[in-house]
């Protein structure tokens, strides 16, 4: 089971044997290693109980297909919800830490999209570009978005190389 992981990981850490330092290089910890093991254990079984209360509710959404997608992944379910868990939290940290929101209106996204266009058929933007330097700029983002385009050919295909014509 995943629950006794990290456990016996702390155990094994704890029961090392450390190096004597001398005093000048002394090092503080701001938390005991007891009050570290007791907060990730805390935190693992929290999500261990999200994780099945989002199986749970996956089960009734889905019906028969979501049974049977959990009898498909076997032993692998839990770590497969456990890291779309840790996944959703990391995009939520990043949605708020960067002040992020959907556009209110269609008109918002019209308006990007055909000021992006009206730049991209401006001869006199790309001259603009060249003289004050952004050109730099709209390179990496241009290396940028083929490169995710790229991986998302790759994960499309499921290969590196070509496609598989068996």
Known sequence: MRSTLPTAFFRQAAARPRPLMSSTARRFASTSSENAQKKAQDALGVAQKNAEKLW??????LGPLGERAGTLLGSYRQPVIYNAQVARELVKQIYIAERLQPPSSL???????STLWGRAKSPAYWRGILVNGEWVKVGVYAAEAYGIFKIGEILGRRSLVGYNLH
């Open 107 to 113: 008109a918002i996204v019209t308006d990007a999209y």
């Open 56 to 61: 749970e509710n996956a089960k009734k959404v």
